[in-house]
């Protein structure tokens, strides 16, 4: 079974990236806000966002998002078990995305080494700082070398671009 | 129902300008509702009030618990649960049960933004906890709506 685990802090685009690219209604798991999040959006996901896409020779990839706030790490230790790779989406709005960045890349570090990942940057619409040489020049710093795009958490097409490239890093 | 009159005389006689704590204020009472489950029955031995996106409003056990994470993990469990039940047809999900060799855990609604997760010591009667735990529901109900405006 491939799957592939969609990750990052809340209010990056991970329920939103997995319904762009779903073949069915995805599952989620999402339920009103309480807490600091309130400010950035209404609901937020709890246990996990689930589905599917089929690639173009038949191979059926599941995709399984997690809870951004890290009182859920338990959900992403599960949901990470037999994983084959990471795709951390780091929203580029947010006011400290290197650190950002840095916390999910030290959270998943073992199942990294283990596995891939790529980074999708979102929210890039709304920010002109931090633009894509940041993020690499970080990674560089951290003697890691990782795929980064700019995408729209919203497109299809962008989401896709993630979803190859985290194969085609797997099949190297 | 005494429980719930008396809490909210209290929180009604309290003038506007002291509304700062409100959320002190209705967490003490959470407090005060979970006391008197535990009180009222021997098979619950500890109890927690989450939010529905998995934060720790109160707790009441004879053990310490790691409520941040019990609440976490409630919210989790009673999402995927309502999920599950909907997808085959069966409406929302009441409450979720876990039954484990030491004990019992059940996970319950407590309005849109609110769970109950009850703990069980390992020979308790299931029908009475679970009674137990929908009474506690409907006590924090009346509380939340006799707060809403």
């Not at chain 1, 980064?148 to 962008?158: G, L, N, Q, T």
């Not at chain 2, 005389?9 to 979970?34: G, M, R």
Request: hydrophobic share 45%; aromatic share 6%.
């Amino acid at each position: 079974m491939y799957k592939i685990i969609f990750t990052g802090p809340v209010g990056a685009g991970k329920t939103t990236a997995i319904g762009a690219i779903s073949e069915t209604p995805p599952v989620a798991t999402d339920v009103p806000c309480s807490d600091d999040t309130r400010a950035i959006k209404a609901t937020t996901t709890v246990a996990m966002d689930y589905s599917y896409i089929t690639l173009e020779d038949g191979t059926r990839v599941h995709l399984y998002g997690t809870p951004g706030q890290e009182r859920f790490n338990f959900m992403w230790e599960i949901l990470a078990r037999d994983g084959i790779g990471l795709i951390l989406l780091i929203n580029r709005d947010h006011p400290n995305p290197l650190q950002q960045l840095d916390f999910y890349l030290n959270a998943f570090s073992e199942f990294i080494t283990q596995t891939a990942v790529v980074i999708g940057l979102t929210k890039s619409d709304l920010q002109d700082n931090n633009d894509i040489t940041t993020f690499q020049d970080h990674l560089y710093q951290r003697n890691q070398i990782f795929p980064v795009f700019d995408i729209d958490a919203r497109s299809a097409d962008d989401v896709k671009i993630l979803v190859h490239a985290l194969l085609a890093v797997l099949n190297q | 129902m005494q429980i719930i009159k008396d809490i909210i005389e209290t929180l009604q006689n309290k003038s506007p300008n002291k509304v700062i704590d409100a959320s002190t204020q209705f967490n003490q009472q959470l407090q005060i509702i979970l006391k008197s489950l535990l009180q009222a029955t021997d098979n619950i031995n500890a109890a927690l009030i989450s939010s529905a996106d998995g934060i720790a409003k109160s707790q009441v056990a004879a053990n310490p618990m790691d409520e941040h994470r019990f609440a976490a993990m409630s919210s989790a469990l009673l999402a995927l649960s309502d999920n599950l039940s909907k997808e085959a047809g069966k409406g929302t999900a009441e409450n979720v049960l876990i039954e484990s060799k030491q004990g019992k855990i059940f996970i319950l609604h407590a309005g849109p933004h609110l769970l109950l997760t009850v703990f069980t010591p390992a020979a308790a009667n299931l029908g009475m906890a679970l009674a137990h735990a929908r009474q506690a529901v409907h006590q924090i109900n009346a509380l939340v709506e006799a707060l809403t405006p």
